[in-house]
């Protein structure tokens, strides 16, 4: 029996897709670059799911996807997956956040950044008045953790539901493009109520879920478990503040990307999904730049695109999408408010 949606109780409505271990190992970390590797991420795969299938499954009536089994992948996982991972110094959602935080908190109010990267919105926020000793971070990375606390703010390596905050509460907690990778969300907001102050604000930001439909529409990569584990809409948000007692003060979608970004966007997405496929120019390409470190290795790579007729058929496909505005926005952001 397929598993019950996590937000609303009821049986999925219906199947997005369906992966084998096998499949999805091939994904995380590519059999061209590295077989032993490769079998490593299938016998985590096997463990984590407890067989040899996963699939993404939809509830229309929160507009929610979901991961069956829904598990969230392990440090292991994630260690085996990307070792240091690259995290982007701005993200729309940065912006848009410190907006918001700036109409309604003082840079003397605390807030806690879950799953915080490398910091980069934290120096933000300091860069703006905020006082470091007011900030507190959970971040698992070592590169990240070391980041972060040249900042002046402490930072946990642990998992939010296990952080003890001293009896520290918050004016603003924010968790920007961690909730699509986590699972178990009673003990998530059990945590974020007990580290939030009665009137906190909570900003989120996700993937956009009809973004990664869009995606996989068009060829691009798939948005596999369990790396994501769940797809968020702006309904999928109103449930969640529903169910755990907060007010969805406001949910708004990335402005729509420009038509060369997409351009390029979809002539990489689509030449990444290509290198996953046995016989393919892209996996050609990703084979023979297994020798090459740093920017070599991204010359290749990007010569390979190039001359890649199937990434510039993506690139043309999403690109056209986006014309006149019409582009799907990558991200997602909520602003919620606790209840009373
Ligand atoms: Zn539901």
Not at 76 to 96: C, M, V
Not at 115 to 135: E, T
Not at 218 to 241: E, I, M, Y
């Amino acid at each position: 029996m397929p598993a019950n949606c996590p937000l609303c109780g009821r049986p999925p409505s219906g199947i997005i897709n369906s992966y084998t271990a096998q499949e999805v190992a091939e994904f995380f970390t590519s059999r061209v670059l590295g077989q032993e590797r490769c079998d490593r991420m299938e016998a985590i795969l096997h463990r984590l799911w407890g067989s040899d299938t996963v699939r993404v499954v939809r509830c229309d009536p929160c507009a929610f996807g979901y991961a069956d089994p829904f598990v969230a992948g392990t440090a292991e996982f994630y260690q085996l997956e990307a070792p240091d991972t690259p995290y982007p110094r701005d993200k729309w959602e940065y912006a848009h956040t410190l907006r918001r935080v700036s109409d309604r908190l003082s840079p003397e109010a605390s807030l806690l950044d879950i799953g915080a990267g490398k910091g980069y919105f934290l120096s933000r926020l300091i860069d703006r008045g905020w006082k470091p000793g007011n900030l507190m971070a959970t971040e698992f990375s070592v590169s990240g953790g070391e980041a972060i606390a040249r900042l002046g703010v402490e930072c946990r390596p642990t998992d939010v539901r296990s952080l003890d905050g001293g009896g520290r509460r918050f004016d603003a907690i924010t968790m920007f493009q961690v909730l699509e990778h986590l699972d178990g969300y009673d003990g998530l907001m059990e945590a974020v109520a007990r580290l939030a102050k009665p009137d906190a604000h909570l900003f989120v930001a996700v993937p956009n879920g009809d973004r990664i439909a869009f995606n996989e529409h068009n060829g691009l990569l798939p948005d596999c478990p369990p790396n994501h584990v769940s797809r968020w809409t702006p309904k999928s948000f109103q449930v969640f503040a529903d169910k755990y007692g907060w007010t969805l003060e406001g949910c708004e979608l990335e402005p729509a990307p420009t038509v060369a970004g997409e351009a390029v966007y979809g002539a990489v997405n689509r030449f990444i999904q290509r290198s996953h496929v046995r016989g393919t120019w892209a996996r050609a390409v990703y084979a023979g730049s297994r020798p090459f470190r740093g920017r070599v290795n991204k010359a290749v790579k990007a010569l390979g695109v190039a001359t890649s007729p199937d990434a510039w058929g993506a690139a043309a496909t999403v690109a056209r999408a986006a014309r006149g505005g019409g582009g799907v926005p990558h991200a997602l952001w909520a602003h919620l408010r606790r209840a009373g």
